[in-house]
C-alpha cells in the first residue's frame, strides 16, 4: 500500500466545477523538479464538500513544508481525483510523504481516500521551449 503524503496552503483560483489550483502565494520563484500525482477514489461515505474542505484544510501544512510548490485538485466525471502536487525535488516530496501519516491535520484528508483505489507516480516536468 502506498502512503499518502499531501499538504497544502491557501486556494488560490477554482478554475472550473471540480478543479482546484492551490498555491502558497510565495512559491512563485521556486524552480520545479518533479510533479507528484495522486489519483484516488473518496472512501466510501465520504461527499464531495467534506473531501474538500478537508483538501483545502491541508494547504497550511503543505505551505510550511519544505520544497511545496503548489497543487492542481481534480475531479473526473467518472468519479476519479488526481492530485498533482508539485514539488522542487523529488528528495522533498518523499520525506513530505515520509511525515504525512504523523501529522495529524492531514488525517481528515488521508481517511477520505479510499487507500485501496490509490496510485502515487512522480513525473519529471518537461520544459517546451
Avoid at 20 to 36: H, R, W
Avoid at 59 to 73: D, K, N, Q, Y
Amino acid at each position: 500500500m502506498t502512503r499518502l503524503s499531501l499538504a497544502t496552503g491557501m486556494v488560490t483560483a477554482t478554475l472550473a466545477s471540480g478543479v482546484m489550483a492551490q498555491d502558497c502565494g510565495t512559491s512563485g520563484n521556486a524552480e520545479l523538479g518533479v510533479i507528484e500525482i495522486v489519483q484516488f477514489r473518496l472512501a466510501e461515505g465520504v461527499s464531495r464538500e467534506d473531501f474538500l474542505a478537508a483538501a483545502a484544510a491541508t494547504m497550511p501544512v503543505l505551505c510550511a513544508t519544505e520544497g511545496f510548490i503548489g497543487r492542481t485538485l481534480s475531479e473526473g466525471e467518472d468519479g476519479a481525483w488526481t492530485d498533482h502536487v508539485k514539488w522542487t525535488s523529488l528528495d522533498t516530496a518523499q520525506a513530505a510523504m515520509a511525515g504525512s501519516m504523523e501529522n495529524e491535520a492531514l488525517l481528515p484528508f488521508i481517511v477520505a481516500i479510499d487507500p485501496d483505489s490509490l496510485a502515487l507516480s512522480y513525473q519529471t516536468p518537461v520544459n517546451l521551449n
